[in-house]
C-alpha cells in the first residue's frame, strides 16, 4: 500500500518524496509493487464521471415554463382533434428538447478533451531497468524520464535535470518556457513558481529530467481541473433567465383569463360546454405558438452570420448573451497577444536600438530614435551574432507563414537577427558550435564555445545580473573594448524590465580551449549589451478593446504571467492607465468572497492567476451582477469558459479542452473577432424582441376578441381552429423574415442591456396593448357591423380573420424599427420581409375564396366592400402605431432597437 501523501511536493526534498513513496533513483519500483499500486489506485487517466442519466436528462428538457405552454396548446390542439396541429406543435416541442439535450453533453465532452491531452506514452524506470510504457499505467512512486518533445505524463518531483525548460502556458498562462531545477521552492508558491514540479500536460521543449511520480489522474493539477469543470455551473443566459420570467407571466395570465371567461360565462347562465369552447378558444389565441420557432431560428441564423465573422457558436442562446454582454475577462497569452516573442530592444555599445514588426516573421526595421538603419554598427552587430550562436532555437517558412523550433526566446533572437540582415544558418555555418554549457534555472546562464578563425571564443546569455558580474569590460559605439560601466547597464536593464520587457545580457570571452570549463566563465568576460522582448499585443485586439469601451463593455486581462509584464501589455492595449492596479494571485488567495467583489470592480489586470481564482475571479462579477465572457485557450482556462455566462475559446492556437468547454470558438484566435460578435449578438436580441411585439399584441387581441364575446354574451366571433390558423401561418411567414432584418447602425453605440432588465420595457408594453385593443375594435366592430347587415356568421368571421391578419402585416412594417420611422430600415434591405408579405396574401385568398378551405376552417368568400374597410382598418393601425412612436421619440426617449 502507498503510504499517506503530504502535499505541497514543491517545499519538499526529493529524498523526503522518494522515503515517502518507497521508491529509488537507481531502481525504481519494482514490477510487483507497481501492479499493486495500479489495483489500488487505478489508472494514470482522467476517468469521466457519468452525471445524469440520459433519460432523466432529456425529460428535464420538458421542465421549462415556455415547454409548459406549448404542451397545452398541443394538447387543446389534440383536444380539437386538429392532429396537424397538435402534431406541430409537439414536434417543436421535440426539436428543442433535443437540442437542449445534446448540449448537456458539452461536460462530458470537455472532461474527454483533458483526458486526451496527457501523454500517452513514456520511459520508465522499473526493477533497475528502463521500459516504454502507457501513461495510464503509471503509478505513485515511480521514476520517469523526460526529453525534449515529450509531453509529462503525471505531476513529477523532479530530482535530476539538466537544462530543462518546459511550456506551461496551457496550465498556468506563462508565455515562456519556465527553466526547471530540483531545489525546493515556498510551500505559498504559484503553479508557474514550482520550478522543481512538472505538471501532467505540459511539454518539454529543451533538455532532459528525471521526476519522482507523485500525482497521477485526478490527483494531478490537470485533474484539479477536471474537477472543477464537473463542479462549475453552466449558467443559463441573460435570453433563457428573461424567457423563463416571461414565459412564467404569460402561462398565469392566460390561465387566469380563461378561467376568467369560463366562471363569467357560466354564471351568466351559459351551458358549461359552450364556455369551456370558449376558454379553450382563449386559451388557444393567447399561447404564442410560433414563439419557440422563432426562438431558434433567430439565434440559428445569428450563428450562421457569426460563421462568416469567424466565431462558431456551440450553443444556440450564447449569439444572445454575447449581445448583453457588460465584462469580457480575456487571457493575455494568445489572446490578446501573439503568444510569438518578439525583440523590442537591444542595448550595444551604450546605444538603445528598436525593432520594429511583431511575431516570428523577420520582418520590421532596425532604428535609433525613429531614423532607420541601414546596416548594424559594429556593436548591435556582434550582440546579434552572439544571440544567433548561443542558441539552439530554428526559424523556417511554411506555406506562408514563418514556424519555429525551440525555445520561443531563443527564436525571437533568431529573428531580431535577421531583421538587422544577419543570416542565422551562414553565421552558425562558419563559426560551428565545439562545447556548450546548458542553461538552467540555478546558474542562470547558457554558454556555446565557437571556433572563430584561427581561435576560439566564448559566447555567454542569461540574467543581466548574472552576466554582469562576470565581466570586466564592454564594447563602445565603435566597436573597442573598453572598461565596463555595470550600474549604467543595471539601469538600463531595470528601465526595460519596468516596460514589461524579457531581458537577457550577452557577453564574450576568448578562450584557446577545445571545451568548455565552467570556472573560466567567472570572470573577465566582455559585455556586448542587452536584448529585451515580449509576447507583443495584437494590432486588431487594440482597437478591439477600445470598441468594447464604447459599447460600455468592460475589459479585464486575466493571465498566469508575472504583475509587471501583464501591467505593461495593458498599458499597451488600452485596458489600463499610467497608475494602473494589477492584482496577483497571492493577493487574491488572501481576499474573502466579499473583498473579492470589491477588487473585481476597480481592478481591469490579474497576474499570477491560479486556475481555481481565475473561476472565482468571473463568479465574483457574476455576483456583482455582471453578464461576463471569459476568453482563454489553455487547460487552466476551461473550468472559467464553463462557468462564464458565455465561454470564448481560440480555436486555431486553443486545447481541446478550452474548445469543448467553451459556447463559441474563434477560428482565427483574434480578440477582434469578439467586436463582430457583441454586435452580431446585439442584433440577434433586437430581432427575437421585434418578434415578441410584433406576435403579442394578436395574441392580446385574439384572447380580448373571445373574452369580450363571452362577457357580452354573444357570438365568438373567430373559432379555436381559426385562431390557430392566424398563429400557426402567420408567425412563420410574417413573423420569422424579423430574424433576417439587418443590424441597426446604432447597435454598438449603446450601452449593454441590463442583466435583470425584463425582455419588454414600458413603452413596448404599452405598444403590445394598444394594437391588442385596436385588433379588438376592428376584428369586433367589422364582424357585428357586417352581421348587423345580414352577412352569415361564417363570411363575418371569415372579415374578423382578415382583419387580423392585414392588421398583423400592417404591424409589421412599424416593427422592423420599434423606435424609429420603417424608412430608416431601407424598404428592401430584407427581402424574406416582402416574400413573407406575398405568401401570406396567397394563402388568406385560399382560406377565403378556397372550397376546400371553407369547408375545414368555416369560412366563406366575402364582398369586396368588406376588402376595403378590411385594408382600411389596417392603415389606421399602421398610422395610429406611427404617431405613437413619434410621440415617444418626442419625449426624450433614446432611439434604438
Same mark, same amino acid.
Given at each position: 500500500? =502507498? ?172 508565455? =515562456? ?129 457569426? !460563421? ?24 493575455? =497569452? ?42 548594424? *554598427? ?31 526566446? +531563443? ?20 563559426? *560551428? ?66 516596460? #514589461? ?45 477600445? !470598441? ?148 403579442? *399584441?394578436?395574441?392580446?387581441?385574439? #384572447? ?146 378556397? +372550397? ?44 434604438? #432597437?
Amino acid at each position: 500500500m =502507498t503510504p499517506a501523501v503530504p502535499p505541497g511536493w514543491h517545499a519538499r526534498s526529493h529524498q523526503e518524496a522518494f522515503e515517502t513513496f518507497q521508491s529509488s533513483p537507481v531502481d525504481g519500483l519494482a514490477e510487483e509493487v507497481a501492479a499493486e499500486r495500479l489495483s489500488v489506485h487505478g489508472p494514470n487517466r482522467i476517468e469521466v464521471r457519468l452525471g445524469r442519466g440520459a433519460v432523466l436528462r432529456f425529460a428535464l428538457q420538458f421542465h421549462q415554463p415556455l415547454i409548459y405552454i406549448l404542451l397545452v396548446s398541443g394538447a387543446i390542439a389534440a383536444f380539437l382533434h386538429e392532429w396537424a396541429d397538435a402534431g406541430v406543435i409537439f414536434g417543436v416541442v421535440l426539436v428543442n428538447a433535443l437540442i437542449g439535450f445534446i448540449q448537456e453533453g458539452r461536460a462530458e465532452d470537455a472532461l474527454a478533451a483533458l483526458a486526451r491531452s496527457v501523454a500517452s506514452e513514456v520511459t520508465v524506470l522499473r526493477a533497475g531497468q528502463r521500459r516504454r510504457l502507457s501513461a495510464a499505467e503509471l503509478v505513485l512512486g515511480d521514476v520517469v524520464w523526460l526529453a525534449a518533445g515529450d509531453k509529462v505524463p503525471a505531476d513529477l518531483r523532479l530530482f535530476d535535470t539538466r537544462a530543462l525548460q518546459i511550456t506551461e502556458a496551457s496550465l498556468t498562462g506563462e508565455s =515562456t518556457a519556465v527553466g526547471k531545477g530540483t531545489e525546493p521552492v515556498p510551500a505559498d508558491s504559484g503553479l508557474a513558481e514550482r520550478t522543481c514540479m512538472a505538471f501532467a500536460g505540459t511539454l518539454v521543449v529543451v533538455g532532459q529530467a528525471a521526476g519522482l511520480v507523485v500525482a497521477t489522474g485526478r490527483g494531478t493539477e490537470t485533474g484539479r481541473i477536471a474537477d472543477m469543470l464537473e463542479q462549475a455551473d453552466t449558467l443559463a443566459t441573460p435570453l433563457t433567465r428573461a424567457m423563463t420570467r416571461f414565459s412564467s407571466a404569460l402561462l398565469v395570465l392566460i390561465l387566469a383569463l380563461a378561467a376568467l371567461g369560463f366562471v363569467v360565462g357560466s354564471l351568466r347562465g351559459e351551458p358549461w360546454l359552450d364556455m369551456l369552447m370558449a376558454a379553450v378558444a382563449l386559451a388557444v389565441g393567447a399561447i404564442p405558438e410560433g414563439l419557440p420557432a422563432a426562438v431558434t431560428v433567430t439565434l440559428a441564423i445569428g450563428v450562421a452570420r457569426m !460563421a462568416r465573422r469567424r466565431a462558431i457558436i456551440r450553443r444556440l442562446p450564447a449569439v444572445e448573451t454575447l449581445g448583453s454582454t457588460t465584462v469580457i475577462c480575456s487571457d493575455k =497569452t494568445g489572446t490578446l497577444t501573439e503568444n510569438q516573442m518578439t525583440v523590442r530592444a537591444a542595448l550595444a555599445g551604450g546605444q538603445r536600438y528598436d525593432f520594429g514588426g511583431d511575431g516570428y516573421a523577420p520582418r520590421g526595421a532596425v532604428s535609433v530614435g525613429g531614423v532607420e538603419l541601414a546596416e548594424p *554598427p559594429v556593436a548591435l552587430r556582434q550582440l546579434l551574432v552572439a544571440g544567433v550562436l548561443c542558441n539552439d532555437a530554428g526559424l523556417r517558412e511554411e506555406d506562408g507563414s514563418w514556424q519555429i523550433t525551440g525555445d520561443p526566446t +531563443e527564436a525571437a533572437l533568431l529573428v531580431a537577427a535577421r531583421k538587422a540582415g544577419l543570416d542565422e544558418d551562414g553565421l552558425r555555418a562558419g563559426m *560551428p558550435r565545439l562545447d556548450e554549457i546548458a542553461f538552467d534555472s540555478v546558474r542562470q546562464f547558457m554558454a556555446s564555445l565557437h571556433r572563430i578563425d584561427s581561435g576560439g571564443a566564448v559566447m555567454l546569455k542569461g540574467a543581466p545580473e548574472v552576466v554582469l558580474r562576470r565581466c570586466r569590460s564592454m564594447l563602445d559605439g565603435d566597436g573597442r573594448v573598453v572598461p565596463l560601466d555595470a550600474q549604467a547597464i543595471d539601469e538600463v536593464a531595470r528601465g526595460l524590465a519596468a516596460e #514589461g520587457l524579457r531581458v537577457l545580457a550577452f557577453a564574450r570571452l576568448p578562450i584557446e580551449e577545445e571545451t568548455l570549463d565552467e570556472a573560466a566563465l567567472a570572470d573577465g568576460l566582455c559585455f556586448l549589451g542587452l536584448q529585451a522582448m515580449l509576447d507583443p499585443p495584437r494590432q486588431a485586439a487594440i482597437g478591439a478593446i477600445r !470598441a468594447c469601451h464604447r459599447a460600455g463593455i468592460t475589459v479585464k486581462m486575466i493571465t498566469g504571467d508575472h504583475a509587471v509584464t501583464a501591467l505593461a501589455i495593458a498599458r499597451q492595449l488600452g485596458l489600463v492607465e499610467d497608475g494602473g492596479k494589477v492584482l496577483s494571485g497571492r493577493e487574491l488567495a488572501r481576499l474573502d468572497a466579499d473583498g473579492l467583489r470589491r477588487a473585481v470592480r476597480d481592478v481591469h489586470v490579474f497576474a499570477r492567476v491560479e486556475p481555481e481564482q481565475k473561476l472565482r475571479l468571473v463568479q465574483a462579477l457574476q455576483a456583482n451582477g455582471e453578464v461576463v465572457a471569459m476568453t482563454g485557450d489553455g487547460v487552466n482556462d476551461a473550468p472559467a469558459l464553463k462557468a462564464a455566462d458565455i465561454g470564448v475559446a481560440m480555436g486555431a492556437g486553443g486545447t481541446e479542452v478550452a474548445k469543448e468547454a467553451a459556447a463559441m470558438v474563434l477560428t482565427d484566435d483574434n480578440f477582434a473577432s469578439i467586436e463582430a460578435a457583441v454586435e452580431e449578438g446585439r442584433g440577434v436580441y433586437d430581432n427575437l424582441v421585434k418578434f415578441i411585439v410584433w406576435t403579442l *399584441p394578436t395574441n392580446f387581441g385574439e #384572447g380580448l376578441v373571445i373574452l369580450f364575446a363571452v362577457l357580452a354574451g354573444v357570438t365568438l366571433p373567430i373559432t379555436p381552429l381559426q385562431i390557430l390558423w392566424i398563429n400557426m401561418t402567420t408567425a412563420v411567414l410574417l413573423g420569422l423574415p424579423l430574424a433576417f432584418e439587418p443590424i441597426q447602425e446604432d447597435v454598438m453605440a449603446r450601452a449593454p442591456r441590463s442583466p435583470g432588465s425584463p425582455i419588454l420595457d414600458l413603452t413596448l408594453v404599452r405598444r403590445i396593448v394598444l394594437v391588442g385593443i385596436l385588433l379588438l375594435v376592428a376584428a369586433f366592430g367589422l364582424f357585428a357591423r357586417w352581421r348587423g347587415l345580414g352577412a352569415s356568421l361564417d363570411e363575418a368571421r371569415t372579415i374578423a380573420v382578415n382583419v387580423f391578419v392585414a392588421g398583423e402585416i400592417a404591424y409589421l412594417f412599424n416593427c422592423r424599427n420599434l423606435r424609429g420611422p420603417v424608412w430608416r430600415c431601407g424598404w428592401f434591405s430584407n427581402p424574406w420581409f416582402w416574400w413573407g408579405i406575398g405568401a401570406t396574401l396567397l394563402l388568406q385568398a385560399a382560406f377565403t375564396w378556397g +372550397e376546400a378551405m371553407n369547408r375545414v376552417f368555416a369560412s366563406a368568400p366575402i364582398p369586396a366592400r368588406a376588402w376595403g374597410e378590411i385594408l382600411l382598418a389596417a392603415i389606421m393601425i399602421a398610422l395610429i402605431v406611427g404617431g405613437e412612436k413619434l410621440l415617444c421619440r418626442g419625449t426624450g426617449r433614446k432611439e434604438g #432597437g
